[in-house]
């Protein structure tokens, strides 16, 4: 079974680095043409993409976050991570990784998880 | 970046109703464009991929039409399954963009 899950801290104080951490299983994010990504949605409103990491290794960033972000991945290629430094409130959403398994097109989501940026 | 205008932004239907929502590109994406439902509290899922494409296991009553900048997402016959929430995803270009969302309420 193909699944995607996010972890990371519910609640992150402003001027703190927020880390996610994507764990996979059921398909290898080395098999060409597989890529993952991060997106998030801030409560009541749109989904906004922030980057994605490719089988290659290439990395895609959203221009309006780029300097605050960084996307990785693991050696064993199991576990996909998103850094955004300096949070921020307007960085509350709840944070997916999505896989993009059909060339760019996102073909499967994981849960998503809250997370709160305040004091 | 590409930005996406979605419509209607709520829609009222009936069990039974046709039900159609766009998504329209500020710039042409060829036919690079998903569809999505998500219910609450729920990862979204793919219905609808590469304009018109139907992902395995969805209903046919949905099908995607539109290339360039207008995009139509139909349900033929709405299911009580089917009041969610629909967006649309462009995927021709990064930063990859999504719609503002369609909610369909019953009526």
């Known amino acids: 079974q193909v699944t995607l899950r996010e972890s990371g801290p519910a609640l992150v104080k402003p001027t703190q680095t927020l880390t996610l951490t994507c764990s996979i299983s059921g398909f290898s994010i080395s098999s060409s043409g597989m890529s993952v990504s991060w997106v998030r949605q801030p409560p009541g409103r749109a989904f906004e993409w922030l980057a994605l990491i490719d089988w290659d290794g290439d990395k895609y960033y959203s221009p309006s976050l780029g300097t605050r972000l960084t996307i990785s991945r693991d050696t064993s290629k199991t576990q996909v991570g998103l850094t955004l430094t300096n949070a921020d409130p307007e960085d509350t959403a709840t944070y997916f990784c999505?896989?993009?398994?059909?060339?760019?097109?996102?073909?499967?989501w994981g849960q998503g998880t809250l997370v709160t940026v305040s004091p | 970046d590409i930005q996406m205008t979605q419509s209607p932004s709520y829609v009222s239907a009936s069990i039974g109703d046709r039900v159609t929502i766009t998504c329209r590109a500020s710039?042409?994406?060829?036919?690079?464009l998903g569809w999505y439902q998500q219910k609450p509290g729920k990862a979204p899922q793919l219905l609808i991929y590469?304009?018109?494409t139907l992902q395995s296991g969805v209903p046919s009553r949905f099908s995607g039409s539109g290339s360039g900048t207008d995009f139509t997402l139909t349900i033929s016959s709405l299911q009580a399954e089917d009041f969610a929430t629909y967006f649309c995803?462009?995927?021709?270009?990064?930063?990859?963009?999504f719609g503002g969302g369609t909610k369909v309420e019953i009526k």
């Open positions: 995803l462009q995927a021709d270009t990064f930063p990859l963009t």
């Open positions: 999505a896989r993009n398994g059909l060339g760019s097109f996102i073909d499967l």
């Open positions: 590469s304009a018109f």
């Open positions: 710039e042409g994406i060829s036919s690079y």
